[in-house]
């Protein structure tokens, strides 16, 4: 999933700022929208970092405000929304797929930065269309150069050389360990995150059906170790990415179309440095692994960000981030369906849980929601983006 530059933390597919599939990180608070009577007009309160969004979801240059705008009617946000929210579970999901077809011909770091480079060019087209630049600080450049590290590039490489190994199913269930991760991370990082009974429970029962993939009770018979630890480890560089945004650039003026277009962009580089390392140029490109990833780049990763945000936008980021949860569905459903994955009864029964687990460890973050949307103003600080 991608994973992007958000407003709150937990876990997260999907790039920046992701994010969620290849997800979703914590800078510059998201704005809340609040209705306060049935029928009611929205209001939205913007963060420092989200000035000139307006009610769409789009962020804009100054020249309109939110009571510009004429919004639709409530029926239709609603079925918008509800689409949209398809269709980014949908992208994300088969974004391993997508990953496993482009490895069948390109290196992993070449997939990757394939990967980083289409991505980049859709969000610089969003940056020009809304006329937005990008930030100037040396100092924000560096966050975010750590940001695309963490967030993009490492996961993104990670994912691609596990995908050699273990099937596109595996890596989808793996991507949703990050919730578990992000609160484990949390507990030890972030002072303020204290944990509840149902988090605790939620993180042993996540931990629980990772192990019930694994088939623990068969000696891991049959599984590719080394595969498994890096998707894993893919997994767990996000809620690292995002705990370091959240201290380092949480309050940043700039919008997040900036931030995530920089740190995509920071990514691009990072790779395009390294690959020529450890890869040659290749021979032939076929067609099939070239256009999954051009589809992994444009759609999976820069498309998704903008669905995401403008997502967190309209519902919130705790509504938002349920879409992790679909995720592993879809990955499985396809790798099962589309690449001919086999799949013992483990993995479906194991991801259930894992689900449910990370679920749990989400349940402080629909509380922090509810106090902010009560006009507390206060940020969220456990739901993934």
């Not at 691009?268 to 692994?289: C, D």
């Not at 999954?292 to 509504?319: C, F, K, N, R, S």
Request: aromatic share 8%; charged share 10%; with cysteine.
């Amino acid at each position: 999933m991608s994973h992007l530059i958000l407003g709150t933390m937990s876990t997260t597919p999907h790039s920046l700022g992701s994010t969620v599939g290849d997800t979703a990180p914590c800078a510059p608070t998201p704005p809340t929208t609040t209705t306060t009577h049935a029928g009611a007009r929205p209001t939205t309160r913007p963060s420092p970092a989200t000035k000139g969004i307006t009610r769409s979801g789009a962020t804009g240059t100054g020249a309109s405000t939110a009571g510009d705008e004429t919004l639709p009617a409530p029926g239709r946000r609603a079925f918008g929304w509800r689409l949209r929210f398809g269709v980014l579970a949908s992208i994300w999901g088969f974004s391993f797929l997508l990953i496993k077809v482009g490895t069948q011909a390109y290196a992993p770091f070449q997939v990757t930065l394939g990967r980083l480079f289409f991505g980049s060019a859709v969000l610089v087209a969003a940056l020009v269309v809304k006329r937005q630049r990008l930030p100037r600080e040396p100092r924000t450049w560096a966050h975010l150069a750590v940001a695309a590290l963490l967030l993009n590039a490492a996961p993104f490489s990670m994912f691609a050389f596990a995908e050699l190994t273990i099937p596109s199913t595996l890596a989808g269930i793996c991507n949703a360990t990050s919730p578990l991760w992000g609160m484990l991370l949390s507990l030890v990082a972030l002072s303020e995150d204290r944990p509840s009974r149902r988090r605790v429970a939620g993180l042993g029962i996540g931990f629980l059906g990772v192990l019930t993939v694994l088939g623990v009770w068969q000696g891991f018979s049959g599984l590719d170790v080394r595969g498994t630890l890096l998707a894993l480890l893919a997994s767990l560089s996000y809620p690292v990415g995002w705990i370091y945004v959240r201290r380092t650039l949480a309050g940043s003026p700039h919008s997040h179309l900036t931030l995530t277009g920089g740190q995509l962009l920071l990514a691009t580089v990072e790779l395009a440095v390294v690959t020529p390392l450890f890869t040659s140029l290749p021979a032939h490109f076929p067609l099939l692994p070239l256009l999954a990833v051009v589809a992994l780049g444009a759609l999976g990763t820069g498309l998704a960000m903008l669905i995401q945000y403008g997502l967190v936008h309209e519902v919130g980021p705790t509504t938002a981030q349920m879409v992790t949860y679909f995720v592993p569905v879809i990955a499985t459903a396809a790798g099962v369906a589309l690449l001919g994955e086999s799949l013992s009864w483990s993995t479906p029964a194991g991801a259930a849980v894992v689900i449910i687990g990370a679920a749990l460890t989400q349940s402080r973050a629909r509380r922090a929601k509810g106090a902010r949307d009560n006009g507390t103003g206060r940020p969220a600080t456990g739901s993934r983006p």
